[in-house]
Structures are given as structure tokens and as C-alpha cells.
């Protein structure tokens, strides 16, 4: 199928990429498929600019803030108060970091790709924890992973700090673990303590095999029991110290074999008798290799990228390229690229509110300089920066985001964003071609080149039909 | 087609009705004429996401298994200390329910211990597909059900709103329903609605969601100009948008000092409950005036406890605190309305009986939805209590469903809105006719 190069290149940079910025849809015009396909490379994501913590450093920052706490209260500091100064501290420049990728990158098929992992595998702001976690995780165990092998990306993920403590892992405990039968001090709090499901269910039904899937309440509970040990080291001197410690730096994953409960696990009518850590690890294996997974996350792609009711044809061959390649994802990448579905004309993905966000800066060729001028708007359109409602993630459908409520926000958002933002030395039918190209149409054409100013010019241009899509 | 410069927000709708954009613009019917009292009840859904515990809204502290299964998060008995308001003998209400245990003592209030949807897989996402769909299987329908119900109306003209920045798939379907969230609005003096409204009128999404949203922005102005409004969503990344609580305020690790902790969940919590008592008399401020919304749907999230749950006061307990400021907010706002008013809070599924290895639970089946209203007919418990027995519980883990949900909600919408039986086992509920309506909810 061939496609005419102009609406190729439109397509590329708007629905494969975040949007284009002032020059971009050109720069793809003689090989839309081959720009793309640059984008694809074995070191993975882009980092954002910036220095950031490391997700050990931030765990045990704020391990030791909650061992302060008791004393903080007595001493009349408010502790609601001195945990938003540390998200202000940590999580909200790595937002405004990665807003930031996002805006200005030459490479937005590589951040959106990756976007979609992170969602995948979603870790939320529950707590303080996880609020400070979010960023880091995804710098350490998403970015490096997405053009590898899906098994290590999904191994990557269930080993992360982050996600041990958003699905309740770190403290799930075998009920015939060795701690069990332990007797001395700081031994009761664990004997009174046991299995929680919460992360195999999760792995089970979002990460990997997908609900339908087959697997049943004695496959999540062995699963469960299978991961249990998967932990997080704990700083000097904290609770896990002394007989319960593990190896490994504090604020990193470890491997508790105290809490790891002993004996074979029978998952999917398969024996698992592996020792330790090992045990879990094979299930991951198997679960990264198994067609169900395939079918998932086949289809999981295919309505990020292209609708929301994909179509089988392509569900077909992106499963297809993750079984043949033995779940290599830069294969799948190069599969969704070739897919002659993933080009059809007619947009019909609706922007999330980041996307819509970012589309929007890039259109001028901006990024936001100013956390308090994106994350609040983006909790206001329904997208709280890094707080997605549940394991699942944000929403893919259309009728998710575009509620009349929403609509209206977006309108008031993009009036405001247009005085503010508006280049004076552009005309917005220019940021209109520059923006859509092939894809702007001829009333939102003829709207922009009779709007009154500027502002209200580009303002419509954000509020079209074709913009909002992609 | 000339538009003039200072065109204001209400001659943009008028200017664009005008062009015939869109119908809905304008030219609403009230059925308040054409149905008398039907034309005045209203129905508010709040979903409870995260599976609520049925066990804690409504604990059966009377049941002799109760405090055994749930050790240090059992709710205590009545009269003690953070103990359950009690109901009856066997059934109290969590404490941070006072708002709904007040209306009980009124007979405005009522529970369902042991209700649960057809679906029996325990994932929170098909689940709430399954609760808000009402389909008897996951991805059975596209819309929900609350959507297809007010279609069933026939020629009655009927209203919804839905609070929340997202669409809950409850209310999605063929008719546009609208949709509010805190975050502030303004006068409006731009020419921007009235060429969108243009620019959209062939689109089937962004059409009809413009034109309700511009008209509700305007009711929005009416329903909070006698309340404080919400105030605009906070700086910080996990500020307290609705529905969600402050991160500080739920810690990931177990409460280390009891004081500390509960001092922090507490405060905490007032803050949160503040917020949601403004939320609910804000929607009660749409609801009220003419030809206001009848029907309203609410998400609240967060009840997924799987660690550190809490009894009286914790993570848990807030939650309730928040959905019981609500419907403090609604119900006092509403007034004289709150007699034609009825409101369910349902969850997608229970929690486990036994308290799990992480001072939490885990994904049950059956749990407790809430039936409140100014109408409401005597009555005790909706539906039977299977007990805790050991024996009784569902795959010896969760409370044993007795109810299907679609026969609580499928009696609701006959009795409050006079939704046809035809209409309910067919369209609203599909497949549905072997699930009777639970009848005599509603005077």
C-alpha cells in the first residue's frame, strides 16, 4: 500500500510522534517509514535532562523522614505539609524533566513508545513513597528496556523498588517462611504478618496474559507465593537489619530468604521447583514467552497507536513479530511501523491530556519551563502528573477523555495558552500547516485565516477536530 | 456568517443555536411538565472503585465470626470505643458513617451486606466494567447502564451529569451526558465557543460534549455561587484532587507510632471530608435548579486496602469519612428535594473475610452497597446475610453473594424512576430476565 509522502509525513509526526514542531513534518516528508524507524535504538529511551536521585537515594530519604516523624509531631511540624515540600523537592522537577523530553525531543515516535511502557507497567503517587518513586522508576527500570527484549523489561519492572511497594510486594510474606518459625525480638511483627497478592494479580492481569487469559485464583495465590522474598533493603539500622538482613544496597531490590516460602508452586499446570529467587524468575520467563501475552500486549499497541477499536489485521502482526522474535520489542516497533493499518487516514485517537499538552508546545516550538504551569492543568483535564487512578493506567479510550467538562477546560486552557505562547513572528495559518500539514482541512484552514488575532488564530488550531486527534 | 467582537458566552450558544449547530444548545423539555412527580426524582450512583470493604462499611459485628476473621482491622462492637453505630443486632455502620447512620435512624438509609456483580474473575478493571455496563460479561456493552436506563424513557427528556474530569463509563452512551469538575471557570467573552461550535458540528464526539459542557459551565455558576467553591486543584503532584487524598496522608509503611499516625490519617482526613461535603452540595446546587440534571454519577477511588487498612480510623476510614461528607453535601444541599432523591454507593466487588498478611484484604466477591434517600420505604437489610460461617464463605475466602447488584440497581430504577420491567431485562441489563427487581426500596 503506498501512501501519498505528505500525509505520510503528517502521519508519522502526529500519530506515531507527540506532534510535530516547526519543521518536523518536512524533515519526514522523503521517507516517513525511514524516519521512524531511525528513532528505533538498543540503548533505549531518552533520559531527561537533568540530575536526578536515584530511586535508593529517594527511598531512603524518605525512610528516614518517617523515622523523624514521631519526633516532628511532638515537635509540632506538620507532616502533611513536610511531605509536599519533598515531593515539591524530588517528584516535581522530574515531571517537568520529562515534560520537558517530551516537548523538545527530535525522536518523538522513541519518547511515545516509551510513554506507552510506562503506562504499561503503571506506578502511582499512593503514598509518599511511590510519589517520590515514580520518576526514577521509570528512568531506571522503563527507559533503558524499550527496544530490548520484553521478558527483561517486565523483569526490570517487577524487581524495582517502586513497584514492590505500590502492589504491597516488598512486605508479602510466605506464611512457612523461615521467619515463621524464628523466635526472638522484632520476630513478631513478621509471624503476625503474611501473603499478599496484590502484585501477582497484577503481573498476571495487566503486565503480561491479560484478564481472559485463563489463569485462576490458585494461579495468582502460587504466584504470590512464588514472589515472596521479593523485597527492598532496607537503610542501616531500620527494621529489616540484624538476622532479617539481606544482601544488597539499602533502597535496592533484594532478595529476602527469610520471607520466601519454601516448596515447588504449581502454576498453569506446570511445576515450579526452583530454589529462591529463581522460582519467580522462571514464571516471569514463561509469562514473557507465552502467546497470551503476545495477543495482550499486541493489542494493547495497536489501540495506543492507532484506535481504540484496533484492527485484527494488525492485533495479527504485532503478535506475530513478538512470537517470532521471541518478544523483542524494537521487532515489534519495526512491525507496528510496516503496518500498513497503522497509516490509515482517518484519525481516530483522541489526545490524552499530556498528549494534548505537549502536541501544543511543540506546535510553537516551546516546552514548558514551569512545573506550575502544566501539572496543575494537567490535574485539572483529569491526568494528576504521575497519579494514575489504579494499576491499570490512564485510560485509552476517547469517550474516557472527552467529556463535555473536559472539552471546556481544554478550550479555556488553550485561550490562555494562546495569549501567553502565540510566536509573534508567526502567523498561525503557518503554525497550522507547519503543525498538521496534510491533515488540516480546509474549514479549520479557513477559521484560523479569518480568526480576529493571533492568539485566537492559534487558539482554534488547538481546539480543532484534527488537532485534538491524531 | 458575521460574528461580532464582544459576542458574550450566552449570545455565542444563542448565535450558534442559531445557525442550527446543534439542537441541544437550546430547547430543552422539562418532564417536570409532562410527568409531574416522576419529573422530579432524581437518582445519584456513586461508584466506590478500588473494592470497597463491605465488611468495614457495614460490619456484622453481631455475627459470632466477624471479629475472629478480621483480628486488628475488625471494626469494635457498639457502645465501645471507635465501635460500630449500630443498625441492627447483627449489622452497624463504620463510625466515620455518622452522616449515614443518622439518615438510617430516619429511615433513610439502608444496606445490602452481600451484593455483588456476575462477574466472579476479582479484577478491579473488569469488574467495574461489568458494575457500570451492566452486562452480565466483561466488555459486554459499550455504554453503561445508567445511560441506556434514561434512554428507556421514552419521549421524557431527562438529564445527566457526572462529576469528575473523566467520563465514567456508567453514564456513557447514546445520550450526551454532562460533565463537571472543580477547577474554576469564567465569564467567558471570546468568540472561541461559537466558532468551535461550527467547527464541530459534523463531529459526533466533540459536538454534543462542546454544547453540554458550555451549558453546564453555566449552571456550574448558579450551583456554587451559595457554597464556597471547590478550591482549584493544588500545586503539588498528589495534591487532593476529588476523589483523591493527599499522599502524605496515606503512609506505604505500617503506621509506626499510633499517635503520630492516627494524628496524621486524621487530619488528614478532615481535610479530605471538607472537600467532598463541598463536591456533594455542589452537585446538589445543579440538581436543584430547573431543569437541572435528575441523575448523577460519582467516582470515588481508593479503597483498595491491601495494606494497613485501619478499623476506625486509618486509610480506610478516611475514604468512608470522604463518602459520608458527601452525601452530607448532597443531602443537605438538595432540601426539600432530598424526599425525590435516591442515592446507591455500589463497589465493584468485596474483600477477602480474613484480614491478609499485610494488615490488609484482598479481592473478595460479595460486599455492601448503601441505598439512601429522603423516600425511602422501611425496611431492614436488602437481601439475606449469608454469615460468616467458615462453611458459607464464598471459595472458603470472601462474604457469599445473596443479591445481584442488577437486582438492587434494577429496582431502584423502577421504583424511583418507573423504568418498564421489559425495558430493565432487556436493554439496561441485557440477558437479564432471569435477575428479579429488589422491590419495596422505594416508597
Given amino acids: ?354 498528549e494534548f499538552l505537549v502536541s501544543s508546545y511543540r506546535a510553537v516550538g516551546a516546552a514548558p519551563e514551569d512545573f506550575t504551569k502544566f501539572g496543575p492543568v494537567l490535574t485539572g483535564l483529569g491526568q494528576q502528573p504521575f497519579n494514575a487512578p489504579s494499576p491499570k493506567g490512564w485510560a485509552e479510550e476517547a469517550q474516557a477523555w472527552a467529556a463535555p467538562d473536559a472539552i471546556v477546560k481544554r478550550m479555556s486552557w488553550s485561550e490562555a495558552f494562546a495569549q501567553a505562547a502565540a510566536p509573534v513572528n508567526l502567523q498561525p495559518a503557518t503554525i497550522a500547516d507547519a503543525s498538521l500539514g496534510a491533515r488540516l482541512t480546509p474549514p479549520v484552514a479557513q477559521a484560523i485565516a479569518h480568526a480576529e488575532s493571533r492568539p485566537e488564530g492559534l487558539a482554534i488550531l488547538l481546539m480543532s477536530p484534527e488537532f485534538q486527534r491524531r | 456568517m458575521t460574528r461580532s467582537i464582544d459576542l458574550t458566552r450566552r449570545s455565542a450558544l444563542a448565535a450558534a443555536a442559531g445557525i442550527g449547530v446543534s439542537i441541544s444548545f437550546l430547547g430543552r423539555q422539562t418532564f417536570a411538565a409532562v410527568d409531574g412527580d416522576l419529573g422530579k426524582r432524581k437518582l445519584v450512583v456513586i461508584v466506590c472503585r478500588g473494592a470497597m470493604d463491605g465488611l468495614s462499611v457495614s460490619p456484622p459485628v453481631g455475627d459470632p465470626n466477624y471479629h475472629a476473621l478480621r483480628g486488628e482491622i475488625a471494626i469494635a462492637g457498639f457502645g465501645q470505643a471507635g465501635g460500630a453505630l449500630k443498625l441492627d443486632d447483627t449489622f452497624g455502620l463504620h463510625p466515620k458513617l455518622a452522616t449515614v447512620h443518622a439518615l438510617a435512624m430516619k429511615g433513610q438509609a439502608r444496606i445490602a451486606p452481600a451484593v455483588a456483580t456476575p462477574d466472579r474473575a476479582r479484577s478491579h478493571f473488569e469488574a467495574q466494567d461489568v458494575l457500570e455496563s451492566g452486562s452480565s460479561v466483561v466488555y459486554g456493552a459499550s455504554s453503561g447502564w445508567l445511560n441506556r436506563a434514561m434512554g428507556s424513557l421514552g419521549p421524557r427528556r431527562i438529564e445527566a451529569i457526572s462529576v469528575g474530569a473523566q467520563a465514567p463509563l456508567i453514564l456513557r452512551g447514546k445520550i450526551q451526558a454532562a460533565s463537571w469538575s472543580p477547577g474554576g471557570f469564567k465569564d467567558r467573552d471570546t468568540r472561541l465557543p461559537g466558532i468551535l461550535a461550527d467547527l464541530y458540528a459534523h463531529d459526533p464526539l466533540l459536538g454534543p460534549a462542546l454544547a453540554t459542557g458550555l451549558q453546564t459551565e453555566a449552571m456550574a455558576k448558579v450551583a456554587t455561587a451559595s457554597e464556597t467553591p471547590v478550591a482549584p486543584q493544588p500545586m503539588s503532584l498528589a495534591g487532593s484532587a476529588p476523589g483523591q487524598m493527599p499522599a502524605a496522608a496515606m503512609p506505604g509503611t505500617p503506621p509506626q507510632g499510633g499517635d503520630a499516625a492516627a494524628r496524621a490519617y486524621a487530619q488528614a482526613g478532615r481535610a479530605g471530608a471538607q472537600t467532598a461535603r463541598t463536591l456533594g452540595a455542589t452537585l446538589a446546587g445543579f440538581m436543584t435548579q430547573p431543569n437541572g440534571p435528575q441523575i448523577a454519577a460519582i467516582s470515588i477511588d481508593g479503597f483498595d486496602t491491601h495494606a494497613n487498612q485501619g478499623n476506625a480510623e486509618g486509610q480506610l476510614a478516611n475514604r468512608l469519612a470522604y463518602l459520608d461528607a458527601v452525601v452530607d453535601g448532597l443531602s443537605s444541599g438538595l432540601g426539600p428535594e432530598w424526599r425525590n432523591t435516591v442515592v446507591v454507593a455500589a463497589t465493584e466487588f468485596g474483600r477477602t473475610a480474613h484480614i491478609n498478611g499485610t494488615k490488609g484484604t484482598d479481592h473478595g466477591t460479595a460486599s455492601t452497597a448503601l441505598v439512601l434517600g429522603g423516600g425511602l420505604k422501611a425496611g431492614g437489610v436488602i437481601g439475606d446475610w449469608p454469615t460468616l460461617q467458615q462453611a458459607k464463605l464464598f471459595e472458603s475466602r470472601d462474604t457469599a453473594p445473596t443479591l445481584d447488584m442488577r437486582g438492587l440497581f434494577k429496582g431502584v430504577l423502577a421504583e424511583q424512576l418507573g423504568v418498564s420491567r421489559s425495558a430493565l431485562d432487556a436493554t439496561v441489563f441485557p440477558d437479564s430476565a432471569g435477575v428479579a427487581p429488589a422491590v419495596g426500596i422505594v416508597a
Fill in chain 1, 1 to 354: 500500500m503506498s501512501i501519498d509522502p505528505n500525509l505520510g509525513a503528517s502521519i508519522a509526526v502526529t500519530r506515531f510522534g507527540l506532534g510535530a514542531r516547526p519543521g518536523e513534518i518536512d524533515a519526514a516528508r522523503t521517507d516517513p517509514k525511514g524516519y521512524l524507524k531511525a528513532q528505533i535504538r538498543p540503548s533505549g529511551a531518552d533520559q531527561p535532562a537533568g540530575t536526578f536521585q536515584s530511586s535508593a537515594a529517594h527511598f531512603v530519604a524518605v525512610r528516614e523522614y518517617q523515622m523523624q516523624r514521631r519526633q516532628d509531631l511532638k515537635a509540632g511540624v506538620d507532616p502533611v505539609k513536610e511531605a509536599q515540600k519533598q515531593i515539591r523537592a524530588t517528584a516535581i522537577p522530574e515531571f517537568l524533566g520529562r515534560a520537558q523530553l517530551a516537548c523538545n525531543t527530535d525522536a518523538s515516535f522513541r519518547e511515545r513508545w516509551t510513554l506507552f511502557w510506562c503506562n504499561h507497567f503503571t506506578v502511582a503517587s499512593k503514598n509518599l513513597q511511590t510519589a517520590v518513586l515514580v520518576g526514577p522508576f521509570e528512568r531506571e527500570a522503563i527507559r533503558p528496556h524499550v527496544f530490548g527484549r520484553f521478558e527483561d523489561l517486565l523483569t526490570a519492572s517487577t524487581m524495582h523498588p517502586a513497584m514492590l511497594l505500590y502492589l504491597d510486594q516488598a512486605q508479602s510474606i510466605g506464611p512457612h517462611s523461615p521467619v515463621m518459625f524464628m523466635s526472638g525480638p522484632g520476630v513478631g511483627r513478621f509471624r503476625q504478618s503474611g501473603l499478599n497478592e496484590n502484585l501477582a494479580r497484577e503481573i498476571l492481569e495487566l503486565h503480561t496474559l491479560g484478564v481472559g487469559a485463563g489463569y485462576t485464583q490458585t494461579d495468582v495465590t502460587e504466584f504470590a507465593r512464588a514472589l515472596t522474598g521479593w523485597s527492598i533493603q532496607g537503610p542501616e539500622g531500620a527494621r529489616y537489619g540484624g538476622r532479617f538482613a539481606s544482601a544488597g544496597e539499602p533502597g535496592q531490590f533484594t532478595f529476602r530468604e527469610v520471607f520466601h516460602e519454601p516448596g515447588a508452586r504449581r502454576l498453569f499446570g506446570k511445576s515450579y521447583n526452583q530454589d529462591g529467587i529463581a522460582q519467580a524468575g522462571a514464571v516471569l520467563h514463561d509469562l514473557a514467552g507465552s502467546p497470551a501475552t503476545a495477543h495482550h500486549l499486541a493489542v494493547k499497541i495497536a489501540r495506543h497507536f492507532v484506535a481504540d477499536d484496533p484492527p485484527p489485521a494488525l492485533v495479527a502482526r504485532l503478535e506475530r513479530a513478538y512470537l517470532q522474535s521471541d518478544g523483542r520489542l524494537d521487532q515489534v516497533a519495526d512491525a507496528l511501523i510496516e503496518a500498513p493499518e497503522a497509516w490509515a487516514t482517518q484519525e481516530t485517537k483522541f489526545k490524552t491530556p499530556y
